[in-house]
C-alpha cells in the first residue's frame, strides 16, 4: 500500500483522534486490507504517513495479535481460549480445528494455505461459549467439534472478500 492510499484514508478521521499517535492503528489496520498482512514496504508507508519512524511502526505494529507481520491463510478463524471458552470446550476445539487442518497445537496455516488457526482472548460471546471468529469480523457459538468441521468445509468454498478488517 502507498503512502497516498493510507494519507487519503487517515486525513479524514484524523480529527476523531486525540493525536498523530492515536492515528497508527487506524493506519496499520488499513494498510494490512490489501493483502491480509503487513510487510516491511507497508510498514515504511505507514510510518510516513503518519509521521513516525518506522522501527515505532513495527514496535506498535507487534505489539497486536490481529495486525500481521507475516501472510495468513486466505481464511483466519481465531479461537477464544479464554476462561468462559475454555470451561466449555475450546482447547478441545482449538487442536480438533489444528488437527483437521494438519497445524501443530500453537496454531498455523494449513498446507494449501487456505485456512489459519489461531488462538484469541475473549471475543465478547463468553454467553455463547467456545466461540470462534472469521477474519476478526464474524463471530460464532457455541460451536461444537462438528460445527468446527463444517466452517472449515465451508470456508474451503468461500473466497475471501477483496479487503477486510482483519
Ligand atoms: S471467554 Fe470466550 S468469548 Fe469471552
Same mark, same amino acid.
Given at each position: 500500500?502507498? @503512502?497516498?492510499?493510507?494519507? %487519503?484514508?487517515?486525513?479524514?478521521?484524523?480529527?476523531?483522534?486525540?493525536?498523530?499517535?492515536?492515528?497508527?492503528?487506524?493506519?496499520?489496520?488499513?494498510?494490512?486490507?490489501?493483502?491480509?498482512?503487513?510487510?516491511?514496504?507497508?510498514?515504511?508507508?505507514?510510518?510516513?504517513?503518519?509521521?513516525?519512524?518506522?522501527?515505532?511502526?513495527?514496535? @506498535?505494529?507487534?505489539?497486536?495479535?490481529?495486525?500481521?507481520?507475516?501472510?495468513?491463510?486466505?481464511?483466519? @478463524?481465531? @479461537?477464544?481460549?479464554?476462561?468462559?471458552?475454555?470451561?466449555?470446550?475450546?482447547?478441545?476445539?482449538?487442536?480438533?480445528?489444528?488437527?483437521?487442518?494438519?497445524?501443530?497445537?500453537?496454531?498455523?496455516?494449513?498446507?494449501?494455505?487456505?485456512?489459519?488457526?489461531?488462538?484469541?482472548?475473549?471475543?465478547?460471546?463468553?454467553?455463547?461459549?467456545?466461540?470462534?471468529?472469521?477474519?476478526?469480523?464474524?463471530?460464532?457459538?457455541?460451536?461444537?467439534? %462438528?460445527?468446527?468441521?463444517?466452517?472449515?468445509?465451508?470456508?474451503?468454498?468461500?473466497?475471501?472478500?477483496?479487503?477486510?478488517?482483519?
Amino acid at each position: 500500500m502507498t @503512502v497516498e492510499e493510507i494519507r %487519503e484514508h487517515i486525513d479524514p478521521i484524523r480529527h476523531e483522534y486525540a493525536d498523530g499517535k492515536s492515528l497508527i492503528l487506524p493506519a496499520l489496520k488499513f494498510a494490512q486490507t490489501e493483502k491480509g498482512h503487513l510487510t516491511r514496504e507497508d510498514l515504511q508507508a505507514v510510518a510516513e504517513a503518519t509521521g513516525y519512524s518506522a522501527a515505532y511502526i513495527e514496535g @506498535v505494529a507487534s505489539f497486536y495479535d490481529r495486525i500481521y507481520l507475516k501472510p495468513n491463510g486466505t481464511r483466519v @478463524v481465531s @479461537v477464544c481460549v479464554t476462561l468462559s471458552c475454555m470451561l466449555r470446550g475450546s482447547d478441545e476445539l482449538f487442536e480438533h480445528l489444528c488437527d483437521r487442518e494438519g497445524v501443530s497445537h500453537h496454531g498455523g496455516t494449513s498446507e494449501d494455505g487456505a485456512i489459519t488457526i489461531q488462538e484469541a482472548q475473549c471475543l465478547g460471546y463468553c454467553d455463547r461459549a467456545p466461540c470462534v471468529q472469521v477474519d476478526a469480523e464474524e463471530t460464532q457459538g457455541p460451536m461444537s467439534l %462438528e460445527d468446527g468441521e463444517r466452517l472449515l468445509d465451508e470456508l474451503r468454498t468461500n473466497p475471501r472478500p477483496d479487503r477486510l478488517w482483519r
